[in-house]
């Protein structure tokens, strides 16, 4: 069946980096759009980045453009983020989530567990 | 701040019909998607497209969209679907974006 799990949370200090892994299980990684969507503690669902199924195309949120970079390994199965500059205020859970949408649109068909990313002094 | 505005929270008696809406521009233009979110779980998807429903996902579950509005509505609510709700499209930059969640209350 379907799987993603994330992984690579931590407690980090302002300024520093971090990376987070994706690893997909269950089906063609290739066949698919993915994005992280991130949630901070209390705090609604906020998309961070989108990565087409090739790679060709990467979008990101304002808030995390020029220091996040979403990329992905088809043959390994697994989707990364990379943080840099981190920020108090990117503290949250991060999720990988799956794209299936072939049109304009956009929706999350499946949704790994989520791992947890601290910035703090 | 959310291009995609929710109420905050709705409450339904147990077996009642509850509608939950979101509003934006970019819905004239794009279709939106549901999630329900219990605590400490990740989100799940009950509706996309507006108004398909995936497989598992039970037949209480509707959605519906015209203008600048999309709903999600279940009717004859259960305990077990009191939980927070986000929709989802495309904000006027074209980039994915989630309202900002409903919490509802089965009473």
């Known amino acids: 069946q379907v799987q993603l799990v994330e992984s690579g949370g931590a407690v980090v200090q302002p300024g520093r980096s971090l990376r987070l892994s994706c690893a997909a299980s269950?089906?063609?990684?290739?066949?698919?759009?993915f994005h992280w969507v991130r949630q901070a503690p209390g705090k609604g669902l906020q998309w961070v980045a989108l990565?087409?199924?090739?790679?060709?195309?990467?979008y990101y949120a304002d808030d995390v453009k020029g220091r996040f970079t979403i990329s992905r390994d088809n043959f390994q199965n697994t989707l990364f983020l990379q943080m840099d500059s981190l920020r108090p205020e990117d503290t949250a859970v991060y999720y990988c989530?799956?794209?299936?949408?072939?049109?304009?649109?956009?929706?999350?068909?499946?949704w790994g567990q989520g791992t947890l990313v601290s910035v703090s002094s | 701040s959310s291009e995609l505005t929710q109420d905050p929270a709705v409450s339904v008696a147990l077996g009642q019909t509850v509608r939950i809406t979101c509003q934006g521009d970019?819905?004239?233009?794009?279709?939106a998607s549901w999630y329900q979110q219990e605590p400490g779980q990740a989100p799940v998807l009950v509706i996309y497209a507006n108004n398909r429903r995936p497989s598992g996902i039970p037949d209480r579950f509707s959605g519906s969209g015209s203008g600048t509005t999309a709903s999600l509505t279940i009717t004859g609510a259960q305990a077990e679907d009191e939980a927070d709700y986000y929709c989802n499209s495309r904000d006027s930059s074209g980039n994915p974006s989630f309202g900002g969640g409903t919490k509802l209350t089965v009473l």
């Open positions: 990565i087409s199924y090739d790679a060709s195309d990467k």
């Open positions: 970019s819905l004239r233009n794009y279709y």
């Open positions: 989530a799956r794209d299936p949408s072939i049109t304009g649109d956009v929706y999350f068909d499946f």
């Open positions: 269950g089906f063609t990684l290739s066949n698919f759009a």
